[in-house]
């Protein structure tokens, strides 16, 4: 009986495939990405991008280690460990940050930890997440960041959105209303 509470507890989810979309788990997986994918990791526990991985995603994380080519922004809660021939494009938000010889980054890099109560770093979202959060079309909140009605930031050819700001946008336009 000892045994089958060890197997349920190691979660390993292995996908050598491509996949767009979100996947996000609630409780701590070991999940080891080798193919390719495309959209948003929410993840708890371990995240690996294998050395063959090539991710368009924005990643959340517990534990994440990076092998492959990662093109997105990288928010870990516990640690990031690049290792190479990984290569990032994008920002990184990590307490705790390891790179090896060989590896590249290109973004900024915020070593923020992790407060003893429990705040994590702020996330960030595209503008199809905020339509999506708003249940709005895209382009009427698109129409709202170019009039700056909600707080955003264009960066990149992209309008990019702290959830904490928008979150405090809609508590003060429900005050207003």
């Known amino acids: 009986m000892g045994k089958k509470n060890e197997v349920s ?6 996908v050598d495939a491509s996949m767009q979309g979100t996947i996000a788990f ?34 959340h ?3 994440v280690i990076v092998a492959g080519k990662v093109t997105g922004d990288i928010f870990a809660t516990q640690s990031l460990s690049v290792i190479a021939p990984a290569v990032i494009q994008g920002n990184i938000t990590a307490p705790c940050l390891s790179v090896t010889e060989g590896a590249k980054i290109e973004g900024q890099i915020s070593m923020l930890s992790v407060q003893a109560h429990g705040d ?15 249940e709005v079309e895209a382009k009427i909140v698109e ?7 909600i707080p955003a930031r264009f960066e990149n050819g992209d309008w990019k959105f702290s959830k904490a700001s928008v979150d405090r946008w809609i508590q003060e336009e429900n005050v207003k209303a």
């Open 143 to 149: 129409e709202w960041a170019k009039k700056k009605k």
């Open 61 to 63: 994380g517990d534990r």
């Open 9 to 14: 507890e190691e979660k390993i989810l292995d």
């Open 120 to 134: 994590a770093p702020d996330v960030f979202l595209t503008l199809r997440d905020v339509a999506q959060y708003l």
């Open 26 to 59: 609630k409780d701590p997986v070991n999940l080891r990405i080798n193919g390719s994918f495309e959209g948003k990791l929410d993840t708890k526990g371990n995240l690996t991008i294998g050395e063959n991985a090539r991710v368009k995603a924005t990643i």
